[in-house]
């Protein structure tokens, strides 16, 4: 009797993505059968794929390759080919790598506009004329009556003013109807306008591009994000002629489009020679190196990748003040402000600074004065905030200039912090560059005598960073009469010394003597009740008008710490006796002070 095979059915599972799907077949005969029935639930698959499962007996997935292991309940996990996939045209990526790019720069270029940092000055239709050495308080109102007989269209007066104030830069444009005006406003050339001679110059477009270039960098500055739309790819252009203009950098940056283009104009309105390119990628930035060396007319380019702070510091001097070598003092952070006025806060202080993007860290100020000294994270910062030298903080012009952290803790009591690094390299370098050359006197004393340490009285006291350290200063002082003694030879030091025995023991002269044995009254006088944080400063302030040496000044001391008491030198007897009946009792801070003769 005949029997008909009994055609076995098999369940399994197909995953593709995130879609699984159950089979219940019979047994497919090949592969190609297998993938066709997948391809019955699965029909966006290609006609070639991948699949893998999962071993039983070794519990490790692996590329599904023979039906033999296809069993009941088996997942097969479906991966499309990467044969499958029809070849990309290479043109056609190009294409698309290239709209990429020309996108990236329409959004940067958007990006800037968005932050207001591009605005165009109008230029109005007429002939130009440049006002150079207005006062920095001049108003158009002024300028209208300086030139009263030339026809001055209409909105014809442009004032370049400092970053974040009312006060002029000195400079104006002016744009009149005819060539004839021009010629009328030249003869008050050296006219004035208040206390100001005025100089008049011929001006044209270039001027006005040149005010639209100082006022961006200034909002540029301002905004303190100097990474807002690139990645600091910033290259530097050094080497172009006074002519050179915006559109000749362009050309020669052909065919890269760069974001953004600064030229740095000097004091005389001309093109200093610099600029800066800002692209948006770094091929572009290599593309812009590679041109180094290349020409612009007949001047060869020298070209280098630049960072934020280089460009940002060329760019404060063009918007500020533009800085000479010997106004740089090399390690330091801190500035001396004179000419501050006396109700301005801290904040004022600041925001002074913040205009340029720096910010100072501490600042110090004095009771009485109108000086302050600022601190800075870096001496880079540090240069970027001198280029406010002359700037305004309400109607007042502030002066800048560098110093030491040494001269802030000698003038503010409170400041008082251990020298930096670069504060004794300068005394150290003082002391090699001397004429002398070196002697004995070049190595270190002892300030403990034989000890090889300090007392311990000494070595366990706390060290308070913002207190006065007496110690500290006597050592400075020690310090300055080595580098006197470097600076001269054994015989010269015999010799000084034998002129002070003798003028020891000579008679003194009728008039005026230093001492004074007998009780009589002398040019000394002493100080009483003086605060323990009183500093000379103070006590020249407090006898301001009247005539004394600021290098007689002196303050007792008992065990390292302030007595009260000091003593100072006047001019003559008369002189010691007036300050005595006008300032006996008067304050310094909240201590009054009893002034008497000096005994000695």
């Known amino acids: ?34 993938r066709d029935l997948i391809r019955t639930k699965y029909s966006s698959l290609p006609q070639t794929f991948q699949m893998q499962c999962k071993d039983t ?99 014809g007066i442009y004032i370049l003013r400092q970053l974040m104030s009312h006060a002029a830069k000195g400079e104006a444009l002016v744009t009149v109807e005819t060539p004839e005006d021009v010629d009328q406003a030249k003869l008050l ?35 303190g994000n100097m990474q807002s739309f690139h990645d600091g790819y910033i290259a530097k252009l050094k080497g172009m002629e006074y002519g050179h203009k915006m559109n000749d950098i362009e050309a020669f940056l052909d065919p890269i489009v760069p974001l953004r283009i600064w030229i740095c104009y000097n004091r005389r309105a001309q093109n200093s020679g610099v600029a800066y390119v800002e692209v948006a990628t ?17 001047r060869w380019i020298d070209i280098w990748q630049a960072d934020e702070t280089e460009m940002k510091f060329d760019l404060a001097q063009m918007v500020g003040a533009e800085l000479k070598p010997d106004q740089l003092v090399p390690g330091s952070k801190t500035l001396r402000m004179e000419g501050v006025p006396r109700q301005a806060s801290d904040q004022m202080l600041a925001n002074f600074f913040r205009v340029i993007g720096v910010m100072p860290i501490r600042i110090h100020r004095k009771n009485t004065g109108d000086s302050a ?14 280029t406010r030298n002359n700037a305004y903080i309400e109607n007042r012009y502030i002066s800048l200039r560098q110093v030491m952290s040494s001269e802030v803790s000698r003038a503010v009591p409170q ?13 150290i370098g003082r002391r090699r560059e001397s004429p002398r050359g070196r002697d004995m006197f070049d190595e270190p004393r002892r300030a403990y005598g034989r000890h090889d340490s300090p007392p311990a009285s000494r070595r366990n006291r706390s060290y308070d960073p913002y207190s006065r350290d007496r110690t500290r200063e006597s050592q400075t002082i020690h310090n300055q009469l080595l580098n006197i003694r470097a600076r001269t030879s054994m015989r010269e030091r015999v010799t000084l010394q034998l002129q002070r025995l003798q003028r020891k023991f000579e008679k003194p002269k009728d008039g005026f003597r230093k001492k004074y044995r007998d009780g009589t009254p002398n040019p000394m006088v002493k100080m009483v009740g003086l605060p323990f944080q009183c500093t000379s400063t103070a006590v020249e ?40 009946e006008a300032k006996n009792n008067k304050y310094i801070g909240n201590r009054y002070i009893k002034l008497s003769w000096w005994s000695v």
């Not at 209208?144 to 269209?153: P, S, T, Y």
């Not at 290599?286 to 612009?296: E, L, T």
Request: glycine letters at 6%; a negative charge; one cysteine or more.
């Open 282 to 298: 770094m091929k572009e930035l290599q593309d812009v190196v590679a041109k180094k060396k290349q020409y612009i007319g007949e």
């Open 57 to 155: 007996e070794f519990d490790v997935i692996c590329d599904f390759e023979d039906l033999s292991q296809l069993e009941n309940g088996l997942k097969l996990t479906i991966i499309a080919s990467e044969e499958a996939n029809e070849p990309v045209d290479a043109e056609f990526v190009g294409d698309l790598q290239s709209k990429i790019q020309e996108l990236e720069q329409h959004n940067a270029q958007l990006r800037i506009q968005n932050e207001g940092q591009t605005s165009s000055i109008v230029i109005p239709d007429g002939h130009h004329i440049r006002l150079i050495g207005v006062p920095f308080d001049v108003s158009k109102d002024d300028i209208k009556r300086f030139l009263k007989e030339v026809k001055i269209v209409d909105d």
């Open 541 to 580: 302030d407090f006898f301001d008008g009247f005539k004394f040496d600021p290098e007689s000044i002196r303050f007792l001391e008992k065990n390292g710490r302030a007595t009260g008491t000091g003593r100072i030198e006047f001019d003559s007897t008369e002189e010691a006796e007036r300050a005595i």
């Open 189 to 223: 050339h050296k006219e004035k306008i208040g206390q100001r001679w005025i100089e008049i110059r011929e001006a044209t477009e270039e001027d006005f591009t040149r005010y639209q270039v100082i006022n961006e960098a200034g909002r540029y500055l301002k905004s």
């Open 373 to 386: 000294y600022v601190e800075f994270v870096t001496e880079q910062d540090c240069k970027i905030a001198l």
């Open 415 to 427: 400041a008082v912090a251990p020298l930096s690094y670069m504060d004794r390299e300068d005394i």
């Open 1 to 34: 009797m005949f029997q008909s095979p009994i055609n076995t059915m098999l369940t399994f599972f197909a995953q593709h993505g995130e879609s699984t799907k159950r089979f219940n077949v019979s047994k497919p005969e090949s592969m190609e059968e297998l």
